[in-house]
């Protein structure tokens, strides 16, 4: 059962632009969603969160939006930059700990 | 601060043949947590640790596998025997608690191929 979706399975942007990745899940129970950064050859990394009482959350270049009526988040890094290229994951968390990951959209950021 | 250590890195067995992974948490956390992660996947949740006991294991395929933490540090996760659908990476994480904001910190993987 895939209750979060990264419709996108990679993504190119030109250094300096924005990079916008997408997230849909399907359980309202989810009280908590994160993004992970994963480097080749290496485990994920925490990058961001936001809990669902919230619609927003910024660290520096990194903005999540949260948006429970669509069931839908997303990522924003701006500017980007080449060492941003990696695979980002979105999961999210139901109240007893239960976390489920989306498969993964690979961001690529060309100079 | 050390990082979720893991070994080995890469393992490449028989069908049929068993194989085990280990895991050492960052020091201090309680909770630890087993996930595969098939090619193409998004890493899926096997077992869920707090300190030595089980919280969470429905989606450990149990007549195969297998996990302990003792003493509520290392882990080991045992595949006995493996089958050719086993081939992925096997992520191990560790939190300091187990809810809400608390986040999981994961080491680098253990790669397995089954032929």
């Known amino acids: 059962d895939q209750q979060v979706k990264q419709n996108s399975p990679s993504l190119s942007v030109q250094e300096g632009r924005i990079s916008i990745l997408n997230c849909d899940y399907t359980?309202?129970?989810?009280?908590?969603f994160l993004w992970y950064k994963k480097y080749p050859a290496e485990g994920p990394t925490f990058l961001i969160s936001?809990?669902?009482?919230?619609d927003k959350n910024e660290d520096g270049r990194f903005t999540v939006f949260l948006n429970k009526s669509a069931k839908h988040l997303s990522l924003h890094i701006v500017p980007s930059q080449p060492g941003d290229s990696a695979v980002y994951f979105c999961?999210?968390?139901?109240?007893?700990?239960?976390?489920?990951f989306g498969a993964g959209t690979r961001l690529t950021v060309k100079p | 601060e050390a990082g979720v250590a893991q070994s080995p890195r890469y393992k490449i067995i028989e069908k049929r043949q068993s194989v085990a992974f280990w895991c050492n948490p960052i020091?201090?956390?309680?909770?630890l947590y087993w996930y595969q992660q098939i090619l193409g996947q998004g890493p899926k949740l096997l077992i869920q640790?707090?300190?030595?006991?089980?919280?969470?294991d429905s989606q450990l395929p149990k007549d195969r596998f297998s996990a302990e933490r003792l003493k509520g540090v290392d882990s080991t996760l045992k595949i006995q025997p493996a089958k050719l659908e086993d081939s992925a990476v096997y992520l191990c994480?560790?939190?300091?608690?187990?809810?809400?904001?608390?986040?999981?910190?994961f080491g680098p993987g253990t790669r397995l191929t089954v032929l």
């Open positions: 994480a560790s939190s300091f608690l187990a809810g809400g904001a608390d986040t999981q910190y």
């Open positions: 020091s201090g956390h309680a909770t």
């Open positions: 999961a999210a968390k139901s109240p007893n700990n239960d976390m489920r």
């Open positions: 936001i809990s669902s009482i919230k």
């Open positions: 640790f707090q300190n030595n006991g089980v919280v969470d």
């Open positions: 359980n309202s129970m989810f009280d908590y």
